[in-house]
């Protein structure tokens, strides 16, 4: 395993209304602060999505000398509703980004379970139940346009449907039974559980799926203290899951983003 970089890390500074990141700087930027050879973008920081600009993009990242591994995409549409336009207009926004992924030469995008609405509802649950079948139905939909691309689709434990470790293993799941494990999985948050979630039961259940992991970082201090959560112990279940890909960092900390993530660096290869 190696580290890599979830560039919401930056959104602050990406975001900043006096003295924005340009997001084409930021493969250089992160390569030369971090020493990080990979990156997850996200489709919110894309400037553009017309061919010169994703042309840019990617040659930023070789010049810099970093992989860039997938798309966090973040859309309107809810993949699991109850309301077909709102699962449709999902699948237009979502899947629109698939070939462009392709086109960037990036084999994955990250899209939201949706699901809010179900939430709070127990597993078993009319209404949850169908939500589930609605979510896989619309994943194997976006499945269908990714084999054709070669992108694969990952599901993250966020929130809606997917913060429940059990829909979200149940959903993925049966996405692979019907188009192979290579098609979807899951991109595993080690923080973005709900208060009531045993962590570490909830990452054992989603594990088996991974495809991608956030190796999320909230506060942490300059002896490298995290009080959120434990770091070693993710990792070994990370490793006792058998995962041997990139540990994406995502920084969401109070602090300076550029402190946080070179904090999470430290720690993280220090663990490694």
């Keep these: 395993m190696d580290l890599s970089l979830a560039t919401w890390s930056l959104n602050r500074l990406l975001r ?37 600009y994703l042309r840019k993009l990617v040659a930023a990242a070789e010049k810099a000398g970093l992989r860039l591994l997938n798309i966090a995409v973040d859309e309107q549409g809810d993949l699991s509703s109850a309301d077909p336009s709102a699962r449709e207009l999902g699948l237009e926004r ?35 139940v169908a939500a589930e079948q609605a979510c896989i139905d619309s994943l194997r939909h976006l499945c269908d346009i990714g084999k054709k691309h070669g992108v694969a689709i990952l599901v993250e434990n966020h929130w809606g449907l997917s913060a429940d470790p059990g829909s979200l293993a149940r959903v993925v799941a049966a996405v692979r039974q019907s188009h192979g494990n290579d098609a979807a999985g899951t991109l ?84 490694l």
């Design 16 to 52: 900043n209304t006096d003295k924005p990141i340009v997001y084409l700087d930021v493969p250089a930027m992160v390569r030369q602060h971090f020493g990080i050879e990979a990156l997850e973008l996200n489709n919110v920081f894309f400037a553009a999505r017309d061919g010169d």
């Design 188 to 271: 595993v948050d080690w923080g973005n559980w709900p208060q009531h979630i045993d962590r570490w039961d909830a990452l054992r259940q989603v594990f088996p799926y991974a495809m991608a992991v956030h190796a999320k970082v909230n506060d942490i201090d300059e002896n490298l203290n995290h009080p959120s959560f434990d770091h070693a112990r993710c990792l070994q279940i990370t490793r006792e899951a058998g995962y041997d890909g990139w540990l994406g960092i995502e920084y969401e900390g109070k602090d300076d983003p550029m402190t946080g993530i070179e904090r999470a660096v430290r720690k993280l290869r220090a663990l």
């Design 94 to 128: 979502y899947g629109a980004w698939i070939p462009i992924a392709a086109e960037m030469g990036i084999g994955a995008i990250r899209a939201n379970s949706g699901g809010r609405a179900v939430a709070d509802k127990p597993a078993g649950d009319p209404a949850r």
